[in-house]
């Protein structure tokens, strides 16, 4: 099993440009997240999905967009980039709520 | 609002050196509490989940303990090696229906040869 992949790994864009991060897992799980981590904040919850077809808000979701059409993709849209969106991105995914989470490597968006 | 906090933000020892990062949140109504841990430019790798129902888990040279009615948890580390060094996250799950991880913001580990 390849486990959590994203791509890319790393992007730039200018202010107002939009983009989609992909995450994909082949484990079926049925729960998929998208955090951002900033230094000295931790991670934090953008969206996530407990199922396709299912989404819904985390703690910082301004800015984004998400959508689940299969239950192995979870993309992450920006639909137009802000320097404040500077950020490393992570997905995350599980079997149900209570189970071990597991991350995939990290996207790393450079906004200017 | 639950928050979570570690402490310290950073920690250095030399090898062989057993250690406890701390992790404290302000909300006990937990479902689950998670000890991650995170490389330099790497995704989160996660070590040991306990249930709020269980006091400890162990998994090898580490052990971890939950306090919910002090909202503490800890993770001992024993013999400790250069290959330890990290960050280590802790991550508490809400007990509601929301499937949201609260993440504290980790503690830098060096393990110094």
């Known amino acids: 099993n390849a486990g959590v992949t994203q791509t890319p790994k790393f992007q730039v864009l200018k202010t107002g440009q939009s983009m989609t991060l992909q995450c994909a897992q082949d484990?079926?799980?049925?729960?998929m997240s998208w955090y951002r981590q900033d230094p000295g904040m931790g991670l934090r919850l953008i969206h996530y999905s407990v199922g396709a077809g299912i989404t819904d808000q985390g703690e910082v979701p301004n800015g984004y967009n998400v959508s689940r059409s299969t239950t192995e993709d979870f993309p992450l849209r920006l639909l137009s980039a802000a320097p404040s969106q500077t950020s490393v991105y992570f997905c995350a995914s599980s079997t149900v709520l209570g189970e071990t989470q597991y991350f995939g490597p990290g996207t790393r968006l450079l906004v200017l | 609002k639950q928050e979570v906090t570690q402490i310290p933000a950073a920690l250095s020892v030399p090898e062989g050196e057993n250690l406890v990062l701390n992790c404290s949140f302000t909300?006990?109504?937990?479902?689950?509490l998670q000890w991650f841990r995170q490389d330099p430019g790497k995704g989160l790798t996660s070590l040991l989940l306990?249930?709020?129902?269980?006091r400890e888990q162990t998994s090898g040279r580490l052990n971890a303990s939950l306090d919910k009615s002090s909202g503490r948890s800890t993770l001992y580390i024993a013999a400790s090696q250069p290959g330890d060094s990290a960050t280590y996250l802790c991550?508490?799950?809400?007990?509601?229906?929301?499937?949201?991880?609260?993440f504290g913001s980790g503690t830098r580990l060096l393990v110094r040869p």
């Open positions: 991550a508490v799950n809400r007990k509601d229906s929301s499937y949201k991880l609260i």
């Open positions: 909300d006990s109504a937990i479902y689950n």
């Open positions: 306990i249930q709020s129902s269980q």
């Open positions: 484990m079926n799980h049925e729960y």
